[in-house]
């Protein structure tokens, strides 16, 4: 594969399409029987068209839980030096994912968040940003609600409980710790007016209202695996 083919282009050929399917089926079925995987809410899955999947981020694991939650392609943000390895960056492109810049106000991964939406594709953004540890939901940044209002999808908040046990921060191993899933109705950001444009207070208030979703949503989840942090 050359270097300069677009990680969204390659994951929506043929080719990676069936890489996805097969991977799903060798990794979900035996990670859900694994962590004793409950979901709930599944309804509030949307069954075509572009959405934003916003989940809490507490563990390495989080990324292939949520690809696990519904057999429907997801596209996935990682960090760019996933892509340093040829070999690999095919494979982490063929399971949906792309670079994203970390540390900076990365355009082209906008770009290709936007193109992923505009195909009908599910994306998976974490509010949150880097993982985070704890009972409290932290801020949420406003690029994954940016990119849901400037494509105009609905985001879908959903609450990981227990998966920081299955894999806490510099554990190499995976533990069969039980997981639980709350899926949360979509949040439907506002569209723009006819020849106008969103003022910048929409962000903020959809960013408000994701967060304190998500911490319900976190909460509950978190209840269903037994576990209560030490507030």
């Known amino acids: 594969m050359a270097e300069s083919r677009d990680p969204v282009t390659a994951g929506n050929s043929r080719a990676a399409r069936l890489f996805y399917n097969v991977a799903w089926l060798l990794v979900c079925p035996p990670f859900r029987l694994y962590t004793r995987m409950t979901i709930n809410g599944r309804e509030h899955l949307p069954a075509s068209g572009a959405f934003v999947l916003a989940p809490v981020h507490r563990s390495y694991v989080d990324t292939p839980l949520a690809g696990c939650i519904t057999r429907r392609s997801l596209h996935f943000m ?129 960013s408000a209202e994701l967060h304190s979703e998500l911490q319900r949503l976190f909460d509950t989840a978190m209840s269903k695996v037994g576990w209560q942090y030490d507030r």
Do not use: T
């Open 78 to 206: 990682g960090k760019q030096e996933m892509w340093k390895n040829r070999q690999m960056g095919w494979i982490f492109s063929a399971l949906g994912s792309f670079p994203v810049d970390r540390g900076a106000a990365d355009r082209e991964a906008v770009r290709r968040s936007l193109a992923v939406l505009a195909m009908g594709e599910g994306l998976v953004l974490f509010p949150e940003g880097e993982r985070k540890s704890g009972p409290v939901v932290q801020p949420v940044l406003d690029g994954a609600v940016y990119i849901a209002v400037k494509a105009g999808v609905p985001i879908v908040p959903v609450g990981i409980g227990g998966s920081e046990k299955v894999m806490p921060k510099k554990a190499r191993f995976v533990y069969p710790k039980k997981v639980h899933i709350e899926i949360g109705p979509p949040i439907v950001p506002p569209s723009a007016p006819a020849g106008g444009r969103l003022p910048r207070s929409a962000v903020s208030d959809v």
